[in-house]
C-alpha cells in the first residue's frame, strides 16, 4: 500500500513491483545486457540482483519508475539451469522464479499469426507433442491507447499442452524448431490481433512525419469521428486498423525487453494498398528498431497466401500486386520473406497447415541470425527470362534453386502465363530444363513476358530439392490498372 504523505515528504514505500513483461518463467535473452524496470518509491534506491551476476544499484525517478541494466551471459547448449532475479528497495523484495537464459522472439500481426494451436490440422495429436517446459510462451491481452502506455497483461508460462493451445501455431512451430537445432530456451512472446492494419502498429509521431503515411492513414483518421471516441479495451473489426492504437497499448510495452528479434505475419488487412504498405512496413521496422534501442535486430515476415476473396476468376491479379509489394520490404537491412504459395488453401483465409510456415521462418532465422549456412531458406527467386521465338526460357537466381528445380505433385510446373505485346496474358504450359523452366502457350506465338504465379489464389507446386518454394513474379512492369488476363 501507498504510504499517507505529509507535506514535503518523499514516498518511500510505494509498492514495489517489476514491469508487467517480467514474470516469473520468463526467457532472458543470452548475451546481451538486460535492462530490469518497474516502480519503486519515488526516486528510492533499488538493488536489483540476478544469481549470474553482481548487484546493481539504481535510483527510480520522481514518479518512482526505475531502469537497470545487467549483464548476461552467452547460453550454453543443454544449459537449462533455472535462475532468480530480484529488487530490494525499502524493505520489500520482489523475486522472480524459474527464469532461463536463451533466446527470445516477438510474434507479431493478425490472424494467421494469432491462429492457435488447437485450431491447426491434426492438432489433437500435434499438441500431445508440446510438453517442452524450457520453451516458454507470453500471450498478450488485447487493449488499445491513445497515448503509449507500459502496461500490459499477460504472462510468461512454460509451454505444454495445456498453454500453447491458445498460443500462435506460426510462433510455436518456429520456436521448436529453433529450441531443437540451438539446444538452448526458447522465449516466444505473441502481441497482435486478428484483423488488424499495419498503420496500427506505428507510432502516431512516424505516421505524421512522413508525407505518404500521413495522407493515406493518419490524417483521414484524425478527421473522422472515430477519432473522438473514448478508446477501451474493446476488439472490433475497424477499431484494430485505427492508427498507432495497437502500437501504443501492445508494442510500446516491450520496449525495454531484451529479444532477438521480430517475426511478422501480417497483410490481409492491407490488401489494397501498394506503395503506402510497403513506406509503413519500413517505418514500422525501422521505429520498432529504434523505440527497442538494440540495433536492427532482424524482422521475418511470410508474404501472404492464396485466397480467392469470393471472387472465383482466376485471372484476377489484385492479390499478387500485393504480394509483389510485400517482396519489396525485404529490401530492408535484415529483413527477410517467407514464401507459402504452396501451402495455402484457395477459398480458406486461415489456412490449417501452420507448422511449414513456422519452420520456414526458423530456417531463415537459423541461416541470417545463427549464421547455420546450411540450413536453406531461399525459395528459387527469379533472375531473367530469354525469349526464343514461341518460348520463354526462366532462369533462376543460382543459390536459391540449390541442387535443382523439381515440383512437389511430380507434375509440371503450374501457374505460368505468357503475354506478347497486346499485354494479354494467356495460361501457359511450363517444363523443368535442368535449372530453367521452359514456358510456352499456343496463344502467344511471340511472347514478350512471363508470369508466374501471379493471380490472386494459385497454390503452387513448383520448388526447389529442399521443399521450398518459388517465390512468384512477373518479367514485366506494366502498369496494374492495364492488366489484362484471360483464361
Same mark, same amino acid.
Given at each position: 500500500?501507498?504510504?499517507?504523505?505529509?507535506?514535503? !515528504?518523499?514516498?518511500?514505500?510505494?509498492?514495489?513491483?517489476? $514491469?508487467?513483461?517480467?514474470?516469473?518463467?520468463?526467457?532472458?535473452?543470452?548475451?546481451? $545486457?538486460?535492462?530490469?524496470?518497474?516502480?519503486?518509491?519515488?526516486?528510492?534506491?533499488?538493488?536489483?540482483?540476478?544469481?549470474? *551476476?553482481?548487484?546493481?544499484?539504481?535510483?527510480?525517478?520522481?514518479?518512482?519508475?526505475?531502469?537497470?541494466?545487467?549483464?548476461?551471459?552467452?547460453?550454453?547448449?543443454?544449459?537449462?539451469?533455472?535462475?532468480?532475479?530480484?529488487?530490494?528497495?525499502?524493505?520489500?523484495?520482489?523475486?522472480?522464479?524459474?527464469?532461463?537464459?536463451?533466446?527470445?522472439?516477438?510474434?507479431?500481426?493478425?490472424?494467421?499469426?494469432?491462429?492457435?494451436?488447437?485450431?491447426?490440422?491434426?492438432?489433437?495429436?500435434?499438441?500431445?507433442?508440446?510438453?517442452?517446459?524450457?520453451i516458454r510462451l507470453f500471450n498478450t491481452g488485447l487493449n488499445?491507447?491513445?497515448?503509449?502506455?507500459?502496461?500490459?497483461?499477460?504472462?510468461? !508460462?512454460?509451454?505444454?499442452?495445456? *498453454?500453447?493451445?491458445?498460443?500462435? $501455431?506460426?510462433?510455436?512451430?518456429?520456436?521448436?524448431?529453433? #529450441?531443437?537445432?540451438?539446444?538452448?530456451?526458447?522465449?516466444?512472446?505473441?502481441?497482435?490481433?486478428?484483423?488488424?492494419?499495419?498503420?496500427?502498429?506505428?507510432? /502516431?509521431?512516424?505516421?505524421?512525419?512522413?508525407?505518404?503515411?500521413?495522407?493515406?492513414?493518419?490524417?483521414?483518421?484524425?478527421?473522422?469521428?472515430?477519432?473522438?471516441?473514448?478508446?477501451?479495451?474493446?476488439?472490433?473489426?475497424?477499431?484494430?486498423?485505427?492508427? #498507432?492504437?495497437?502500437?501504443?497499448?501492445?508494442?510500446?510495452?516491450?520496449?525495454?525487453?531484451?529479444? /532477438?528479434?521480430?517475426?511478422?505475419?501480417?497483410?490481409?488487412?492491407? /490488401?489494397?494498398?501498394?506503395?503506402?504498405? *510497403?513506406?509503413?512496413?519500413?517505418?514500422?521496422?525501422?521505429?520498432?528498431?529504434?523505440?527497442?534501442?538494440?540495433?536492427?535486430?532482424?524482422?521475418?515476415?511470410?508474404?501472404? $497466401?492464396?485466397?480467392?476473396?469470393?471472387?472465383?476468376?482466376?485471372?484476377?491479379?489484385?492479390?499478387?500486386?500485393? /504480394?509483389? !509489394?510485400?517482396?519489396?520490404?525485404?529490401?530492408?537491412?535484415?529483413?527477410?520473406?517467407?514464401?507459402?504459395?504452396?501451402?495455402?488453401?484457395?477459398?480458406?483465409?486461415?489456412?490449417?497447415?501452420?507448422?511449414?510456415?513456422?519452420?520456414?521462418?526458423?530456417?531463415?532465422?537459423?541461416?541470417?541470425?545463427?549464421?547455420?549456412?546450411?540450413?536453406?531458406?531461399?525459395?528459387?527467386?527469379f533472375q531473367h527470362v530469354v525469349f526464343e521465338g514461341k518460348?520463354?526460357?526462366?532462369?533462376?537466381?543460382?543459390?536459391?534453386?540449390?541442387?535443382?528445380?523439381?515440383?512437389?505433385?511430380?507434375?509440371?510446373?503450374?501457374?505460368? !502465363?505468357?503475354?506478347?505485346?497486346?499485354?494479354?496474358?494467356?495460361?501457359?504450359?511450363?517444363?523443368?530444363?535442368?535449372?530453367?523452366?521452359?514456358?510456352?502457350?499456343?496463344?502467344?506465338?511471340?511472347?514478350?513476358?512471363?508470369?508466374?504465379?501471379?493471380?490472386?489464389?494459385?497454390?503452387?507446386?513448383?520448388?526447389?530439392?529442399?521443399?521450398?518454394?518459388?517465390?512468384?513474379?512477373?518479367?514485366?512492369?506494366?502498369?496494374?490498372?492495364?492488366?489484362?488476363?484471360?483464361?
Amino acid at each position: 500500500m501507498n504510504s499517507i504523505m505529509l507535506a514535503g !515528504q518523499i514516498d518511500t514505500v510505494s509498492v514495489l513491483k517489476f $514491469a508487467d513483461p517480467l514474470t516469473d518463467n520468463m526467457v532472458v535473452q543470452q548475451n546481451k $545486457a538486460f535492462t530490469v524496470w518497474g516502480n519503486a518509491g519515488r526516486e528510492s534506491e533499488v538493488v536489483i540482483k540476478a544469481d549470474w *551476476t553482481s548487484p546493481v544499484t539504481v535510483k527510480a525517478d520522481k514518479k518512482g519508475g526505475f531502469k537497470g541494466i545487467i549483464p548476461v551471459p552467452e547460453a550454453k547448449k543443454g544449459d537449462f539451469t533455472k535462475h532468480r532475479l530480484s529488487i530490494i528497495s525499502g524493505g520489500q523484495t520482489k523475486v522472480l522464479n524459474n527464469i532461463l537464459i536463451g533466446e527470445v522472439w516477438i510474434c507479431s500481426g493478425q490472424s494467421n499469426m494469432q491462429f492457435a494451436m488447437k485450431e491447426v490440422v491434426h492438432a489433437a495429436e500435434e499438441l500431445k507433442k508440446t510438453d517442452h517446459p524450457n520453451i516458454r510462451l507470453f500471450n498478450t491481452g488485447l487493449n488499445f491507447s491513445n497515448t503509449p502506455i507500459l502496461n500490459v497483461s499477460g504472462h510468461w !508460462q512454460e509451454c505444454s499442452p495445456e *498453454t500453447v493451445e491458445g498460443f500462435s $501455431a506460426v510462433g510455436y512451430y518456429f520456436g521448436k524448431k529453433l #529450441y531443437d537445432r540451438l539446444k538452448v530456451p526458447v522465449g516466444l512472446l505473441f502481441t497482435g490481433i486478428g484483423a488488424s492494419a499495419c498503420q496500427a502498429y506505428l507510432p /502516431r509521431e512516424v505516421l505524421a512525419g512522413d508525407r505518404l503515411l500521413d495522407s493515406v492513414y493518419l490524417a483521414p483518421y484524425l478527421r473522422s469521428g472515430k477519432s473522438k471516441e473514448k478508446i477501451d479495451g474493446g476488439f472490433s473489426f475497424e477499431k484494430v486498423t485505427r492508427p #498507432y492504437l495497437l502500437y501504443n497499448a501492445m508494442i510500446n510495452p516491450f520496449k525495454n525487453l531484451s529479444i /532477438r528479434g521480430v517475426i511478422w505475419y501480417q497483410g490481409e488487412s492491407n /490488401r489494397k494498398d501498394r506503395l503506402p504498405y *510497403t513506406r509503413a512496413m519500413y517505418k514500422m521496422i525501422t521505429s520498432w528498431r529504434e523505440k527497442f534501442g538494440q540495433g536492427n535486430f532482424p524482422f521475418y515476415y511470410v508474404q501472404v $497466401a492464396p485466397f480467392f476473396y469470393d471472387q472465383e476468376d482466376p485471372a484476377l491479379a489484385d492479390y499478387a500486386f500485393f /504480394r509483389e !509489394q510485400q517482396e519489396k520490404i525485404s529490401k530492408l537491412d535484415h529483413t527477410a520473406m517467407v514464401v507459402t504459395m504452396d501451402v495455402g488453401e484457395a477459398k480458406n483465409l486461415h489456412p490449417k497447415d501452420k507448422k511449414p510456415v513456422g519452420e520456414r521462418l526458423a530456417g531463415t532465422a537459423l541461416h541470417k541470425t545463427y549464421n547455420d549456412l546450411d540450413e536453406p531458406y531461399l525459395g528459387p527467386h527469379f533472375q531473367h527470362v530469354v525469349f526464343e521465338g514461341k518460348k520463354a526460357v526462366v532462369s533462376f537466381i543460382p543459390e536459391t534453386i540449390l541442387s535443382g528445380l523439381t515440383t512437389n505433385d511430380g507434375k509440371a510446373p503450374k501457374f505460368f !502465363q505468357l503475354a506478347g505485346k497486346d499485354q494479354v496474358f494467356y495460361p501457359a504450359a511450363a517444363k523443368i530444363e535442368g535449372n530453367k523452366i521452359i514456358v510456352t502457350s499456343k496463344r502467344v506465338k511471340s511472347p514478350v513476358a512471363v508470369r508466374y504465379a501471379f493471380t490472386n489464389y494459385p497454390v503452387t507446386n513448383l520448388e526447389n530439392s529442399n521443399g521450398l518454394p518459388a517465390v512468384p513474379f512477373r518479367s514485366d512492369r506494366w502498369d496494374e490498372k492495364g492488366n489484362n488476363m484471360k483464361d
